[in-house]
């Protein structure tokens, strides 16, 4: 399809969508949310350039935003490249992270002829909704907000004002193409909470134009740290053995996963308060296969924790080889993958544009 008429098409799904959305004023959250036809669906998400994703990032997200692109017809996905400068970054190693997720991302299957893939700067009503929604938020409700309060306990560094709001910018990256359901981690499910908050109060001073978003969880279990697996597998982990990432070899693969930390009992089961570790490696491997984790451990329930500890390497490795394959000839070609982006940032700045529009003739902006 044309990227003219895909754009088009695009944006009259998005205008049907507010249309639709009818103009009750409501008092409760429920009463705004709505049942959405599968036609009317508009799903949006962003994960920051923080270099190669590991394994967890990847069964956790990448996959279900591939699923999401085969199951829906308008879908918007955004590297949030402004997000990540509220902690200090390195503006070459920033520029070149940016370049690996969008080339991990189109390795593990995101498509940009099903989905529109951009980088968030590149469309600069991102932050003009962002400015307009900051003043009808408060300081208290920010300040109430999980990675803010955690962040703000570190004596040793001042946050930066940005990191304090940006789940404001978090709300206009979304609301800005009236999306309905929103593919999140568990983490952010209080800043979406902000983001519909902030959909109602708009609708409710100015008029009607946002949606108010769904949450899209993820069926997989979050992945654990191979070294620690009461915590989230992290890039932040001191331990690089703690996480697999997507541009691993297959020998640093089968290393990790031998070196995880699991427990004295030889049999596999699957008890994540008793046995976290052993768990966590079922979880990988249900990721990967579909399998439950009951059937998992009926079927391997001869083998030691050692001898299923090699055959989930060679699961893991099936699946992860030929994305790292993928991801390294992408990167071999930038101007490709600069392609894509310009391509994705043509699309969202028009719909984009069209919601703006929408929002400087209510607020009173001539």
Not at 295 to 316: G, P, Q, R, W
């Amino acid at each position: 399809m044309a990227l003219r008429q895909r754009t088009a098409l695009l944006l009259r799904r998005t205008r049907l969508c507010a249309e639709t959305a009818g103009y009750r004023r409501m008092t409760t959250k429920r009463r705004h949310r709505e049942v959405v036809p599968d036609e009317e669906v508009q799903v949006f998400s962003g994960i920051q350039p923080t270099g190669i994703p590991h394994l967890g990032n990847y069964l956790g997200v990448i996959k279900m935003w591939v699923r999401l692109q085969e199951q829906y017809h308008n879908i918007m996905y955004s590297v949030v490249d402004l997000h990540a400068i509220t902690v200090r970054q390195d503006p070459s190693e920033l520029r070149e992270n940016i370049f690996k997720m969008v080339a991990c991302l189109l390795a593990c299957g995101i498509d940009p002829e099903k989905s529109v893939l951009f980088l968030q700067s590149q469309v600069r009503q991102h932050t003009e909704l962002c400015w307009i929604l900051g003043c009808i938020t408060t300081n208290a409700r920010l300040g109430l907000l999980p990675q803010w309060k955690e962040k703000s306990k570190d004596n040793t560094k001042t946050p930066s004002v940005g990191l304090y709001t940006y789940p404001v910018l978090q709300a206009a990256d979304i609301l800005l193409y009236k999306s309905t359901h929103i593919p999140i981690g568990e983490d952010q499910k209080q800043h979406l909470a902000l983001c519909e908050d902030l959909a109602i109060s708009f609708n409710n001073k100015f008029g009607k134009v946002f949606r108010v978003p769904q949450i899209l969880y993820s069926e997989t279990a979050r992945i654990k740290s191979l070294r620690h697996p009461e915590y989230k597998m992290s890039k932040s982990d001191k331990s690089p053995k703690g996480r697999i990432d997507l541009t691993d070899s297959n020998e640093d693969i089968s290393a990790k996963i031998k070196m995880a930390v699991t427990d004295f009992t030889s049999q596999i089961s699957y008890d994540r308060a008793n046995r976290p570790g052993v768990t966590n490696l079922i979880d990988i491997h249900a990721a990967c296969t579909g399998e439950t984790p009951e059937k998992i451990c009926e079927t391997y329930s001869s083998l030691t924790t050692a001898e299923y500890k090699a055959l989930l390497a060679d699961i893991v490795i099936s699946e992860i080889q030929p994305i790292r394959e993928r991801i390294l000839w992408l990167l071999s070609d930038k101007s490709h993958l600069q392609s894509v982006l310009n391509q994705g940032q043509e699309v969202a700045s028009v719909i984009a544009e069209d919601t703006m529009k929408d929002v400087r003739r209510l607020v009173g902006f001539i």
